[in-house]
């Protein structure tokens, strides 16, 4: 028999089939939830069971109506599941607890939130739109506020991580940058390298969460991110090793160099404009166009063997070519502390090269770099390359057309545009054509590293590296993040079937 009950003060009939899925019937017709891709949790109350649920909302704002952007937008509801007594409400629970609980949701999260990103108002994101959603998972959580640079990272250094399911990042993608760079550094970086993380978009680039996001079709926002948290779904990420003699981080979003560096780091000064501000200077550096002298070195994923040029054919070129796995922990230069870079080596494969001088050089790792801008379509998350997308000679015409098709990467299919996918990537950079005194600016995840146009040795010592030839190599699938489920599932869809027949497995 089937279970008479009342949702919402409707009376209806209905069960859970063995697949979660959450069904009941009424006069007007079957409604669904899917406890998977549509519940936070539920509460059990006498006879009566609330579930707390995390829906699509169409475009009239009609909650579990089926249409193009249902699954996309979402809202909380809540739907109160009134039984018969007691007894009928003790065994819905049971049922209900034990399917939520072979989900594999995170039971425990430490959040850290920069209070200082984007526009400083991540505290009051936390506390109106992810908190809310944390408790109606019932997921505990510890919440740790940055409170200067880098302290991320020796929050992560110093971590228990048997404490907790995952850690997660508020605030822009240097809060993520820290967390990996301070996992890889430690002892045990083997165990805590594999702890889950987590991003919340509450920055200004916000790249690694719209990536995400993006790769399911859904939108980038705050409560998406933290649902596909709480829903506990995870992917490998691919890290990249940053490395100039003895120094290294690591890297999981891009790098640049030339014109995409300067219109970034050089807008700052324009804060106050808002988000206009990287339009606008991007026009003003576009008017005013920068050209680099300089060389690329690269291991060619297989399809892009021949791009650039054998590297015995590449004449001015002095620099070394990356060091081998075996050379660089033999060398004292390299500390011996956390971990070291990838282990398969890249002796005896074909390095090619591609001289400047260059307009702009971006290698990145995953598909975008801020929510309005999308370097590297082809970019995966976890296929064990870089893309590297280089502009050499270009029409200022042309580029103020790329500029408008930055947003959904359409932009790669100029014929001033070289995209490759590479295994190992090696940037030797020179001055500014016609100011052989000016160098360019050298950003990863959205920080200077580099700069080419100090006078003074007490000021290049403020940034990380110097401005000479820098490597990156990449570990396929090193880090493990939090996702959306990466199938064709129904994401937060509740449907209406007026004239589906009745199929129910009883509880």
């Known amino acids: 028999m089937m279970e008479w009950i009342r949702v919402d003060g409707v009376a209806a009939i209905g069960g859970l089939e063995a697949d979660g899925t959450l069904r009941w019937g009424t006069c007007v017709g079957e409604r669904r939830l899917s406890l ?17 649920a995390f829906v699509g909302e169409s475009e009239g704002g009609c909650c579990g109506v089926v249409g193009k952007d249902a699954g996309r ?41 920069n209070p200082f990103s984007g526009k400083k108002s991540a505290q009051m994101i936390f506390k109106n739109e992810i908190k809310p959603l944390l408790e109606a998972a019932d997921i505990l959580y510890d919440l740790k506020e940055t409170e200067y640079q880098n302290h991320a990272q020796e929050i992560a250094f110093e971590l228990d991580v048997l404490q907790y399911d995952g850690v997660v990042c508020v605030g822009g993608d240097g809060i993520l940058v820290e967390v990996i760079n301070g996992l890889l550094n430690r002892k045990d970086w083997v165990t805590a390298i594999k702890v889950p993380l987590g991003v919340i978009p509450a920055g200004t680039g916000n790249g690694m969460a719209k990536s ?105 070129c002095n620099c070394d070519i990356l060091l081998s796995k075996r050379d660089q ?25 591609i001289n400047g001088p ?11 770099s801020a929510e309005d801008y999308m370097p590297a379509p082809k970019a995966e998350f976890s ?90 190599t990449v570990d396929k699938g090193l880090a493990t993040i939090f996702s959306p489920k990466c199938s064709n599932d129904l994401n937060g869809e509740e449907k209406f079937h007026g004239d589906d027949p009745v199929r129910w497995t009883l509880i």
Not at 41 to 46: A, I, L, M
Not at 84 to 111: C, F, H, N, Q, T
């Open 358 to 368: 260059f307009i702009s050089v971006v290698v990145s790792n995953v598909p975008f």
């Open 73 to 113: 937008r979402r809202v909380r509801r809540d739907y109160l599941l009134k039984m018969p007594d007691e007894e009928v409400a003790r065994r819905w629970s049971a049922r209900l607890r034990d399917y939520m609980d072979s989900l594999g949701r995170p039971k425990k999260l430490l959040i850290i939130l």
């Open 212 to 316: 995400l996001l993006d790769s399911v079709g859904d939108f980038c926002s705050v409560p998406n991110a933290t649902f596909s948290i709480i829903r506990g779904h995870k992917r490998s990420l691919d890290v990249a090793t940053v490395m100039q003699d003895e120094k290294k981080f690591f890297s999981v979003l891009s790098l640049t160099w030339g014109l995409v560096a300067d219109i970034d780091i050089e807008s700052e000064r324009f804060r106050w404009m808002g988000s206009a501000r990287m339009d606008l200077y991007a026009l003003f550096r576009i008017f005013n166009l920068r050209n680099y002298n300089g060389h690329v070195h690269f291991i060619p994923a297989p399809g892009y063997e021949e791009c650039g040029e054998p590297i015995n054919q590449v004449d001015d």
């Open 329 to 353: 922990r033999s060398s004292n230069k390299v500390k011996q502390c956390g971990y070291q870079g990838p282990d398969d080596s890249c002796e005896g494969l074909e390095w090619r090269s």
């Open 36 to 52: 998977e891709s549509d519940v936070l949790g539920f509460r059990t109350d006498g006879p009566r069971i609330t579930v707390r």
């Open 383 to 472: 296929d064990g390359y870089l893309d590297v997308i280089i502009l050499k000679d270009s029409p200022k015409a042309a580029l103020l057309g790329m500029m408008l098709m930055m947003n959904d990467g359409s932009y790669v299919s100029s014929p001033y545009v070289m995209y490759l996918k590479v295994k190992a990537f090696r940037l030797k950079p020179g001055k500014r054509i016609g100011n052989p005194n000016k160098g360019g600016i050298i950003a990863s995840d959205g920080e200077v590293i580099a700069r080419g146009d100090q006078s003074s040795e007490s000021i290049q010592q403020k940034w990380l590296m110097a401005y000479d030839p820098i490597q990156m």
